[in-house]
């Protein structure tokens, strides 16, 4: 078997799309705000997540983390994380606080984070 590369079959595409656009990450701890334990297992609050991303805002990135900070009483916390990543126009904010709002009620947390960010994608 020969594992050697064969450039000369390569096909450089030249009519790439670049495109400005606005990236929001949604951070959305699984702890419940009320008794500050794991309520749902990350594939069911993953599902949650998914199904919520679908109905408010279409489509996305969702994975796992790990979010690290001190509580209000003082206490560290590591808590596991839900993310998201939906990249979009600026005037996508409505319907992406919307979907914040909705994790942040049915995962019964505290706060939710959204970060929004100036992109450029490249397509190629």
């Known amino acids: 078997i020969n594992n050697s590369c064969n450039y000369s079959n390569i096909i450089v595409i030249s009519?790439?799309?670049v495109k400005e656009m606005t990236r929001?990450?949604?951070?959305i701890g699984l702890f419940d705000k009320d008794t500050k334990?794991?309520?749902f297992s990350e594939n069911i609050a993953k599902n949650i997540v998914s199904d919520l991303l679908v109905e408010y805002i279409g489509y996305g990135t969702i994975f796992t983390g790990n979010g690290v900070y001190t509580h209000d009483n003082g206490a560290r916390v590591s808590e596991p994380s839900?993310?998201?990543?939906?990249?979009?126009?600026?005037?996508?904010i409505s319907?992406?606080?919307n979907f914040a709002w909705a994790c942040k009620k049915a995962l019964n947390q505290e706060s939710v984070?959204?970060?929004?960010?100036?992109?450029t994608m490249e397509f190629v």
């Open 24 to 27: 929001y990450t949604i951070s």
């Open 113 to 119: 984070m959204l970060e929004k960010t100036a992109v």
């Open 37 to 39: 334990r794991q309520k």
């Open 15 to 17: 009519n790439k799309e």
């Open 82 to 92: 839900i993310i998201v990543i939906y990249d979009g126009e600026e005037s996508d």
């Open 95 to 97: 319907k992406v606080k």
